[in-house]
């Protein structure tokens, strides 16, 4: 069947204004929201209940928050082939829940360079995780939504306004090819500034 229900999202974003609908909208059809560290606050701020990523893989945050959802429990719910019987076998046997709706908008990289910022500052702004989310989401939009950016907020306020929780293949398919696109832009814009 081509048609997903939207039962858990996971938001991990640095830019947070254009979410609220979003967030409400996810809530109110019945969506368990999942996030990390100053997108778990902003949630919670909306009045909104949100599951710490860190509860469910058990590690906090670590690293200066360079490692937070590098994790197979993160991971394996995003990845897991919802069709596969040995996916859903190793899911159960290790307890991991699927992810169907990613939401990730990246570390500002090309901002950070263009604000004449050190280099140790522009390398924390390559962000690993994120870019591994919106990767993985994209492999797996038969069964998962990716939103890579900020830009496809509105494609997702439009789909949760018209159906619901409720998403098509082809519309996963197409966030999918947004989702590569956004990750070459970003890692092209890293390739230049380590090639200058």
Do not use: W
């Not at 069964?143 to 509105?154: L, M, T």
């Amino acid at each position: 069947m081509d048609t997903r229900t939207i039962k858990t999202a996971l938001i991990s974003v640095y830019h947070k204004d254009g979410l609220d609908d979003i967030l409400r909208l996810l809530h109110a059809n019945g969506v368990t929201l999942l996030s990390t560290g100053g997108t778990h606050a902003f949630i919670e701020s909306l009045g909104l209940p949100c599951q710490r990523v860190e509860d469910i893989t058990t590690y906090p945050s670590i690293l200066g928050g360079r490692v937070k959802t590098l994790h197979p429990k993160v991971f394996g719910g995003i990845l897991a082939r919802r069709d596969n019987e040995a996916d859903c076998e190793q899911m159960l046997q290790y307890g991991i829940e699927a992810i169907d709706l990613v939401i990730v908008d990246l570390y500002p990289f090309e901002e950070t360079v263009a604000s004449g910022a050190s280099e140790a500052d522009i390398i924390e702004k390559i962000d690993i995780g994120g870019i591994s989310l919106i990767r993985a989401g994209a492999k797996n939009f038969n069964d998962v939504v990716i939103i890579p950016s900020k830009e496809q907020y509105a494609t997702l306020l439009n789909t949760l306004k018209l159906r619901g929780a409720e998403t098509t293949l082809e519309e996963r398919r197409e966030l999918a090819c947004a989702a590569f696109a956004v990750s070459s832009h970003y890692d092209t814009a890293i390739h230049a500034y380590f090639a200058k």
